[in-house]
């Protein structure tokens, strides 16, 4: 039975689809001002596991991934940039699709836009104006009365004295609480706005999703998910506006990915740490970047590091080496392997366990390739169809073998080197050996010498 580790509970709870067969999952996307970073792809990446592991599980998934294509950011970015905001989204939407393509990421089943749903956010606005959850300020903007909802802060499992010392929001003499949130802005000169009965405006973020979802997936769904950084206010915002609405309970479960880290440090742009896919692949192969981001377990933080990323290049070369030159099966056995499988990602989606269960297989090809070339080629088969559960080993074993031993990160190799020296002279034996052992497959020669150790490519 699959269970998933419910923010809102915080317990891993044994997974119960509102109707039976189905699920409904929604993914807060990206605001499309700039380029895809590697925060929204390990998102991305995560969830189209989910959905990929799901759909093998014969469930019928209805995927929903939002765009936001208007935001005070997109405003400010567009008039910087000296274009229309429709020029800008589009392009960086048509960038984005790219990035998702380049690094196997599934298309969603609907993948709504903001602009696309005034209608239902304008409706729901005047609902909750109705209910007494929302007012108008003195500025013309309507904002949502976090007071009048009484388990506001269960998502972040805060008290509202605890969320208003912790807020990090601008103060506003129109709002009635430090925490109430704009739900319709009006529109200065100049900016995009649409005709509302409180004036011509725009709406805030967090309404955005909870109109897309209650539209693409009914008032009340099983799975909700995004980064770690949306659950406070973005999410708690979307619960508050949305069971207001309808009252009805929102969404059964919540889940979150960790953030990337740089040097342990969360990756944003105030640090200048910031790096977006688009840089990522001019320098990394796009299935290096998926296995990387999906090797540690989603609610970990994953340090993105060179290191890291040639690891993730050892551990693919390890696996399409083990591929290499096997017959091609259409079928083959389900086995223990597949078994244990199913049983790692049905622990909360444990992705690293899998690809333990993966490493086992390949090893288990290796050892009887040449004793029984059949044997081989069906575990190489289910290989593949267990990496494609998790967006991998679909390429070509001989093609990726080939660019493996062109592309070499010098700077990778001498760290881990040094790494090897470091453990030479602690006399941790085994671990230089592991290391010597992991740069030949990598297709590294070391050389120990008088004057320190070298390393060549491996011309065979």
């Given at each position: 039975m699959l269970h998933i580790y419910n923010?809102?509970?915080?317990?891993?709870?044994?997974?119960?689809?509102?109707?039976?067969?189905?699920?409904?999952?929604?993914?807060?996307?990206?605001?499309?001002?700039?380029?895809?970073?590697?925060?929204?792809?390990?998102?991305s990446i995560i969830f189209d596991v989910v959905v990929r592991f799901l759909r093998m599980q014969s469930y019928d998934v209805n995927y929903v991934r939002n765009i936001t294509d208007v935001d005070d950011k997109i405003i400010k970015r567009a008039q910087e940039n000296n274009e229309t905001i429709t020029a800008l989204t589009e392009r960086v939407i048509a960038a984005m699709n790219q990035d998702m393509t380049a690094l196997n990421i599934l298309p969603p089943s609907i993948e709504p836009r903001a602009t696309q749903h005034i209608d239902p956010i304008v409706a729901m606005i005047k609902t909750l104006l109705e209910k007494k959850y929302a007012y108008i300020a003195n500025n013309g903007d309507v904002y949502y009365a976090v007071n009048q909802f009484k388990s506001y802060g269960q998502l972040a499992h805060q008290e509202l004295e605890q969320l208003r010392a912790g807020a990090r929001v601008a103060v506003n003499d129109n709002k009635h609480e430090l925490l109430d949130f704009v739900l319709w802005k009006l529109a200065k000169p100049g900016e995009p706005s649409w005709e509302s009965p409180w004036g011509a405006g725009r709406p805030g973020?967090?309404?955005?999703?909870?109109?897309?979802?209650l539209d693409c997936l009914g008032s009340h769904f099983d799975?909700?998910?995004?980064?770690?950084?949306?659950?406070?206010?973005?999410h708690q915002n979307e619960i508050a506006q949305s069971e207001a609405t309808t009252g009805e309970k929102f969404v059964n479960t919540w889940m979150h990915i960790g953030f990337v880290q740089v040097d342990k440090e969360k990756m944003s742009k105030s640090l200048g740490n910031f790096s977006t896919v688009k840089d990522i692949l001019a320098e990394y192969p796009p299935e290096i970047v998926r296995y990387f981001l999906i090797a540690s377990h989603y609610r970990s933080p994953v340090n993105y590091s060179k290191e890291n990323l040639l690891s993730a290049h050892h551990a693919l070369t390890r696996f399409y080496?083990?591929?290499?030159?096997?017959?091609?099966?259409?079928?083959?056995?389900?086995?223990?392997?597949?078994?244990?499988?199913?049983?790692?990602?049905?622990?909360?989606?444990?992705?690293?366990?899998?690809?333990?269960?993966?490493?086992?297989?390949?090893?288990?090809?290796?050892?009887?390739?040449?004793?029984?070339?059949?044997?081989?080629?069906?575990?190489?088969?289910?290989?593949?169809?267990?990496?494609?559960?998790?967006?991998?080993?679909?390429?070509?074993p001989a093609e990726f073998l080939q660019a493996a031993t062109e592309e070499v990160d010098t700077a990778a190799i001498e760290n881990l080197i040094q790494a090897r020296n470091e453990a030479r002279q602690a006399k941790n034996w085994k671990g230089a050996d592991l290391i010597r052992d992991q740069l030949l497959e990598m297709g590294i020669i070391l050389e120990d010498g008088a004057a320190g150790t070298t390393w060549r490519k491996n011309s065979c």
């Open positions: 923010t809102l509970t915080q317990k891993k709870e044994v997974f119960k689809p509102i109707q039976a067969g189905k699920v409904g999952i929604y993914l807060c996307g990206m605001t499309v001002y700039d380029h895809m970073h590697i925060g929204h792809a390990r998102c973020w967090h309404i955005e999703c909870s109109a897309m979802s799975i909700h998910g995004g980064g770690h950084d949306l659950i406070f206010p973005h080496t083990a591929l290499r030159d096997l017959p091609v099966v259409a079928e083959f056995v389900e086995n223990n392997y597949q078994t244990r499988f199913i049983e790692a990602m049905n622990d909360d989606f444990n992705t690293p366990e899998a690809l333990a269960v993966l490493f086992d297989l390949a090893r288990e090809i290796n050892r009887v390739r040449s004793e029984d070339t059949d044997l081989a080629g069906q575990l190489g088969a289910q290989l593949r169809y267990l990496g494609n559960i998790l967006g991998l080993l679909q390429q070509n």
